[in-house]
């Protein structure tokens, strides 16, 4: 079993400050990492992937991903209203190819 | 271009029915996952269509199936439906390959059984 744990939310930041989500993963051969933003009511939209160990940054979002713990996290700074929804973490496993969802993290920000 | 497009939106069936959704993918992506969502589940994997044939199969009873075609739109037909099976049943295209790939969502189709 594949799995990809998230923690546990709800998270809930005012509105300016960096949002830092968590996941971790038990395929230590995955090579392929995903965040999906999902709104209420709304399908998941990939917003970030990153393959190689390190920081990747786009706009406010930037993915970290440590393969030796097994870890990946999303920030995202300057946090805003409309940054509220649920974000998932996928990873790609080794052996199968497809891809295991965490249950997500629901996010609120506040003005 | 185009992104993954789910038919139909919403629909609403009695049980014992039986109901198909489509996905189609985006243009040249050979991948198409199935998933169902609910709110106490989280997004549970049914299955994986590549160039025709399921690649990858999640624990859903038999009564869950699905197809690929040639231009690699799926179907997924669920026989016999039960008031459990109301939920956002969503798509997910990709190129398909084992390296790096990307994979996009559809809108969905939410299902009422009633």
């Not at chain 1, 949002?19 to 933003?37: E, H, I, K, P, V």
Request: net charge positive; hydrophobic share 30%; aromatic share 12%.
């Amino acid at each position: 079993q594949k799995e990809v744990e998230q923690n546990s939310g709800p998270l809930s930041v005012p509105e300016g400050a960096i949002a830092s989500l968590n996941c971790t993963y038990s395929d230590r051969g995955s090579q392929s990492f995903f965040w999906y933003r999902q709104y209420s009511g709304k399908s998941p939209e990939l917003i970030m992937s990153i393959y190689s160990n390190g920081d990747k940054e786009d706009g406010r979002f930037t993915a970290q991903l440590n393969k030796a713990s097994q870890y990946v996290s999303l920030l995202i700074r300057d946090s805003q209203p409309s940054d509220s929804a649920t974000y998932l973490c996928a990873v790609k496993g080794s052996t199968l190819g497809r891809l295991y969802f965490g249950r997500g993290t629901q996010l609120t920000v506040w003005p | 271009k185009a992104g993954v497009t789910q038919t139909p939106r919403y629909l609403i069936k009695t049980r014992g029915q039986q109901v198909t959704l489509s996905c189609s993918p985006i243009s040249g992506h050979r991948s198409v996952s199935w998933y169902q969502q609910t709110p106490g589940q989280g997004l549970q994997f049914l299955f994986e269509y590549f160039s025709e044939t399921q690649r990858n199969k999640g624990n859903f009873p038999g009564r869950f199936s699905g197809r690929q075609f040639s231009n690699s739109r799926s179907e997924m037909n669920v026989s016999t439906l039960e008031l459990g099976d109301s939920a956002l049943y969503l798509c997910a295209s990709s190129l398909g390959g084992r390296e790096n790939t990307e994979a996009f969502f559809g809108q969905g189709t939410r299902l009422t059984v009633v």
